[in-house]
């Protein structure tokens, strides 16, 4: 029977919401040319309306789950909550964008353009079941990103976050490849399920040394992606020097998919030599919380503190993945939703407080918020609160399914070291909440303009999503759980 | 929904009401706060008429799945050990809210809101009877004392609520990992049903374990009551803020910690829990006295008054570990007194306060003379904290010390000390700030109860009266299950050495376990 390779419908449909994306994208580049100057916000109205467009294909799709394109994608449970996820990730930043785009007079039409390619490559990457589309995925995501990181044009310190971005997020990639390559070579496939039975044993499993070289080098690829120690350096300097917007973006978005693929790959391909592999996590987790817990003590400078305090949240996802089960599938996805709320969600509050320029973002520049906006205080603290991890937020109940999972795994120790590390958290979240709340404002407080619609809507969403994930937490878990089986 | 839910639910309907009051409505603010704690005190009440006395378990049970996988549920309901605590609770919010009327002058709406809070999260705590939904009372309550402390405090205020949250937050999430680590093997955050399965034995933790994960409650419980050398939070906080956040942590927030050794301690590892009772003993002995000697020497009116606290909560841990039913009562006597006298104290502390605006013992003197009402009324509370019979505290005192001298008389002696001592630091304390030469600034600034004072005191000093007079009117349904948590102690102990032939319980693992305990229990028996 002569093999077809031209691809089916239904594969077009579960292809639809990197489609709409990619289409978007080229459109907003062309419209910019054309309609030069005309209006700046068009573009994000279109993005956004893009963006829900994908959302609705990416549910789409999911009603008729499957592969596609000779089996290099995979539309399952997994890959559409993370496709939601960061489309999700992506509607929020570009509200929040809106007015800081217009704050700081920079161009929209590519900034939007880069944003939905950007989106595109996790989307790819989230729904990718083989290594080469897996890598394809992860570079139009962060060339993009690179790009977005610099966007700021004649900002010095954007110029040092994207150029730091690029050189180290460039040897991350290259190292990922590598080991791409290898298990190439040891196993004659990139299909992550091939891969898997070959390493599941029989007389055709590769030898001990050279697939260990393997995984080792994917480690290091994916561990400076999701900016996990000890390979977190780049992290604090490319989020505070980035855009605010676009650092809230960076911290959730491309980490929740670089977290989705370390999952797709390590939970399907690396499955069988799960117990070689999980002290890496273990101790990198640990290393993770350790680090950024205590950085983000001595910053002053509040998207420093928040670049930290991701370096600690991505140690807790490690730990759900160190428990290598089901359950911590489940709890790993569980909290890169809830942590996406909540950080976009301070993030936003940041960009609204820093001013033109972005020049007040010391700790202190906080000092009475609490009287001089109290809504935007008590939002704020709702994010907070969830950082630190206090129950009826989201950040609680993730930490405590992260946690569950790796009792279950059996992982005593560093559960008890990572929930004391989030104690000291609480310590640097607590300082902005005193600031806020307990602070006299400064004698010549920067002038604070009313909330604009975008933003407010930026706030309130994931205030809403945080709360609702900490009191109804059951919908997103059960979904999580069954999608989570990544094993076929 | 039974009667429990509607107290429960009621702050958190006022709460709710209040965030959609406008700022400026300051005279409708408080009275909605005032209304919806009365509205519930009034409904505690109906849970005193209804409780069944001769009934030890749970009653006013509500048990809803709140999050199916894990298995959490909202599941709330009173036994003799939370009804009081939670009646202290609803008791004490309206006396708050009155004592704050004109205290508090700066973002009030945030301030009541917070009181009700703070009260649901409290109540809760005493309610709940899932493990998971005590640990969430639990971190809730904190949440509203940190603003009060931090927002309407003293000078120190920041550092004193900081410290506060950490402590507190830091020892809990170690009893946050050892609830899941019992969750993950009982499959279950249903607390009575825990206990099923220890007693019957198809739950089963090995010594190590059982020692780990007792200290894992221990030291969060600690923190809270607190327990020597874990106190030192406890003067920062009392003394920075503000009267009404004084009363409610002192009066109500301590006794979550008693309670949740008495309440989980005891019964879920009662191995443990009593291996380790001398050195905890000692513990609270040492805090019994140490307390009293540095409340002896403090010249601030609210930090003494706090280690008294220190002090008090020592007696109310030498009854939970005297392991005797009359320890047992006295100890849950004693933390409802400690609620009302010493939450009385730091109200009328906070009457000085508001009239001289000082702290300090030396700014004081003489004020019998300008406000005779003032200091009666500070006379009987006094009384009261010092045990004097016929007054709250002698009751509980003198059950602990009867209790404790059926466990080891040694700790009996040294325990008496500390009532001695209390006599010392208190009557000294009227002697100096009552009597004496009146300065002038006391004579020009001290006036007489104002009408609103009076009925928030009055409330104290009448409960002062009745619990000291007639305590049978508490006792019987405290006895009984105090009664229960011993028998408790006793059963789940003997399951263990006794160690049934065939272990039901389900996996290899814990089979193999459990056969390894035995062995070595056994190794030890010979």
Redesign the interface.
């Given at each position: 029977m002569p093999v077809s390779f031209a691809p089916a419908n239904v594969e077009y449909i579960r292809f639809l919401p990197e489609i709409v994306l990619i289409v978007a994208g080229t459109l907003l580049m062309v419209l910019d040319v054309i309609l030069r100057k005309q209006s700046r916000e068009i573009y994000g109205h279109i993005s956004i309306l893009a963006l829900a467009a994908a959302m609705a294909a990416a549910v789409f799709a999911y009603s008729s789950p499957g592969p596609a394109f000779s089996d290099m994608l995979i539309v399952d449970g997994f890959a559409t909550f993370f496709r939601v996820l960061v489309i999700g990730v992506g509607i929020l930043t570009v509200l929040s964008s809106y007015r800081f785009l217009e704050r700081e007079g920079a161009e929209t039409g590519e900034y939007h353009a880069l944003l939905l390619f950007s989106i595109a490559g996790q989307c790819v990457m989230v729904s990718a079941n083989e290594l080469i589309m897996i890598f394809i995925g992860l570079e139009i995501s962060s060339i993009a990103s690179y790009v977005l990181a610099g966007y700021l044009r004649d900002d010095k310190r954007a110029n040092e976050a994207a150029l730091k971005y690029f050189l180290l997020g460039s040897f991350a990639t290259a190292f990922f490849l590598y080991g791409v390559a290898v298990v190439y070579g040891m196993t004659g496939s990139t299909y992550l399920t091939a891969i898997h039975t070959v390493l599941s044993g029989g007389p055709t499993a590769p030898a001990p040394v050279f697939i260990g070289v393997a995984v080792a080098l994917m480690f290091v690829g994916l561990g400076f992606k999701v900016s996990g120690a000890p390979f977190q350096v780049w992290a604090p300097d490319v989020y505070q020097g980035a855009p605010t917007p676009v650092s809230a973006f960076l911290t959730t978005g491309p980490k929740a998919a670089a977290f989705a693929i370390f999952l797709r790959i390590f939970m399907t391909a690396f499955e069988p030599i799960a117990r070689d592999w999980y002290p890496l996590l273990w101790g990198s987790a640990l290393l993770s919380m350790i680090i950024g817990n205590f950085a983000a003590l001595m910053q002053s400078n509040i998207k420093r503190l928040l670049g930290y305090s991701s370096v600690a949240h991505a140690g807790y996802v490690l730990v759900a993945l160190a428990a290598r089960s089901q359950v911590g599938t489940a709890a790993a996805m569980f909290y890169l939703a809830a942590y996406a709320f909540m950080n976009i969600g301070a993030f936003a509050v940041v960009s609204h407080l820093s001013g033109k320029g972005e020049r007040f973002l010391s700790v202190d520049d906080f000092a009475g918020l609490?009287?001089r906006q109290p809504g935007t205080a008590a939002l704020l603290s709702i994010f907070l609160?969830s950082l630190?991890g206090?129950?009826?937020t989201g950040g609680?109940f993730g930490k405590?399914?992260i946690?569950?999972a790796a009792?279950?795994s059996h992982l005593?120790w560093l559960?008890?070291l990572g929930?004391?590390t989030?104690?000291?958290a609480?310590?640097y979240y607590?300082?902005i909440?005193?600031v806020m709340?307990?602070?006299e404002p400064n004698e010549h407080p920067a002038e604070l303009e009313p909330l604009s619609l975008g933003l407010r809507a930026a706030l309130v969403i994931p205030a809403l999503g945080t709360l609702f994930l900490g009191i109804f937490?059951?919908w997103v878990?059960?979904f999580a759980?069954r999608s989570a089986a990544l094993v076929r | 929904m039974n009667l429990l839910d509607i107290v429960l639910a009621i702050p958190l309907v006022g709460f709710f009401v209040l965030l959609f009051v406008p700022r400026a409505a300051e005279g409708a603010i408080r009275a909605i706060a005032l209304g919806f704690s009365l509205l519930a005190f009034a409904a505690s009440l109906g849970l005193a008429f209804q409780y069944e006395t001769i009934r030890p378990g749970e009653q006013f049970v509500t048990d809803i799945v709140w999050v199916a996988s894990p298995n959490i549920h909202y599941h709330v309901s009173l036994d003799g050990l939370s009804l009081w605590l939670v009646i202290l609770t609803t008791f004490l919010t309206p006396i708050c809210i009155l004592i704050s009327w004109q205290s508090i002058q700066s973002r009030i709406k945030e301030f009541f809101a917070m009181m009700l809070l703070l009260e649901v999260g409290l109540a809760g705590v005493f309610a709940a009877q899932d493990l998971f939904l005590f640990y969430v009372f639990w971190e809730v309550s904190l949440v509203p004392m940190y603003f009060l402390i931090g927002i309407w405090g003293h000078e120190r205020r920041i550092y004193a609520a900081v410290k506060f949250f950490l402590y507190t937050f830091a020892a809990s999430v170690l009893m946050l990992t050892a609830i899941i680590y019992v969750y993950n093997h009982a499959h279950t955050f249903n607390y009575p049903e825990i206990l099923a399965k220890l007693a019957s034995g198809t739950l089963h933790f090995s010594d190590f374990e059982q020692k780990l994960l007792f200290l894992a409650f221990f030291v969060a419980f600690a923190v809270k009551v607190p327990i020597f050398p874990l106190h030192t939070w406890l003067p920062d906080a009392h003394v920075e803020a503000p009267t009404a956040g004084s009363v409610m942590l002192a009066s109500v927030m301590l006794k979550m910690g008693t309670y949740g050794l008495a309440r989980f301690c005891l019964p879920m590892f009662p191995g443990p829990a009593r291996a380790y009772a001398p050195w905890i003993v000692v513990l609270a002995i040492i805090g019994i006295i140490y307390g009293a000697l540095v409340a002896m020497v403090q010249p601030n009116m609210k930090k003494l008054v706090a280690y008294s606290s220190v002090s008090h909560l020592g007696f109310v841990v030498l009854g939970i570990f005297s392991f005797t039913q009359i320890g047992m009562d006295g100890a849950v006597y004693q933390m409802l007194n400690h609620g009302i006298s010493t939450g009385a104290l730091f109200v009328l502390v906070g009457f000085l306060y508001e009239r001289r605006h000082s702290l300090a013992i030396a700014d004081y003197g003489g004020v019998a003379t300008p406000a005779p009402w003032l200091s009666t009324v500070f006379m009987i509370t006094m009384l009261a904290s010092i045990g004097l019979p016929t007054l709250n505290n002698f009751v509980g005192e003198f059950l602990v010390l009867q209790g404790s001298a059926q466990a080891n008389f040694r700790w009996t002696i040294f325990a008496s000390i500390g009532v001695i001592l209390s006599a010392c630091y208190m009557l000294w304390l009227y002697q100096r700030v009552f009597y004496g030469e009146t300065p002038d600034e006391v004579r020009h600034h001290v006036f007489d109860l104002k009408p609103r004072e009076w009925a928030a005191i009055v409330p104290l000093i009448a409960m002062m009266v009745w619990m000291g007079m007639y305590s049978q009117s508490f006792l019987p349904a405290v006895r009984k299950t105090t009664a229960r948590i011993l028998e408790q102690t006793q059963v789940n102990v003997e399951v263990r050495v006794q160690a049934p032939a065939a272990p039901t319980a389900p996996t290899f693992r814990a089979a193999t376990a459990y056969r390894a305990a035995t062995v070595r229990e056994r190794s030890h028996a010979r």
């Open positions: 609490g009287v609160l630190i206090v129950p009826l609680f405590l399914y946690f569950k009792l279950d005593v559960t008890v929930l004391l989030s104690a000291v609480a310590y607590l300082r909440l005193v709340y307990m602070r937490p059951a878990l059960d759980g | -």
